[in-house]
């Protein structure tokens, strides 16, 4: 499993016993919306930042801040878009490798349209581009609950 999609799942080996309880899958349109504000941030820096240094073609600003963003969301895309993380009654499982055990897990935050995980270690994993983050939040929520009693 080398492909693009196949990295952006879980590769963890469940443990026996341990089992899927749910997934959270990235969303095209939550991808996209976010990387829309991304552009607008975009803009508005690089036309303030052209304001300030008293260049009088301000507005290449804005062009340039959309070229970027516009660049970065089309390179991502492919990948971004197929990301998955799992959630079993003992870890959260993500991609490239990435997981957490419930039992360790300290706060969960919501950045946008991200959770972000935080670790008693003081690693951080960010569950990105979701529909609904506080459904995700809330379930993880109630499974960290559950792990801890």
């Known amino acids: 499993m080398s492909d693009a999609v196949s990295v952006m799942v ?5 443990e026996p016993g341990e089992r899927v309880v ?3 899958h990235a969303g095209r349109a ?10 607008a941030g975009a803009m508005a820096l690089g036309m303030v930042v052209l304001w300030a240094i008293g260049n ?26 197929n990301a998955r993380w799992d ?6 499982l993500g991609p490239l490798g990435k997981q957490a055990w419930l039992r360790e897990i300290a706060q969960l935050r919501v950045l ?10 003081g690693d951080k994993h960010l ?10 939040k809330a379930r993880i929520n109630a499974a960290v609950a559950g792990a801890k009693a």
């Open 10 to 14: 879980p590769q963890a080996e469940l």
């Open 22 to 24: 749910g997934s959270f």
């Open 30 to 39: 939550a991808y996209w919306r976010d990387h829309a504000w991304m552009a």
């Open 56 to 81: 009088p073609h301000v507005w290449t600003g804005a062009v340039g801040g959309l070229a970027a963003i516009a660049v970065r969301a089309g390179y991502l895309a492919s990948d971004e878009v």
């Open 87 to 92: 959630l079993t009654d003992r870890r959260l």
């Open 112 to 121: 946008g349209s991200a959770v972000q995980i935080v670790t008693t270690e």
């Open 127 to 136: 569950i990105k581009y979701l529909a609904d983050r506080d459904a995700v």
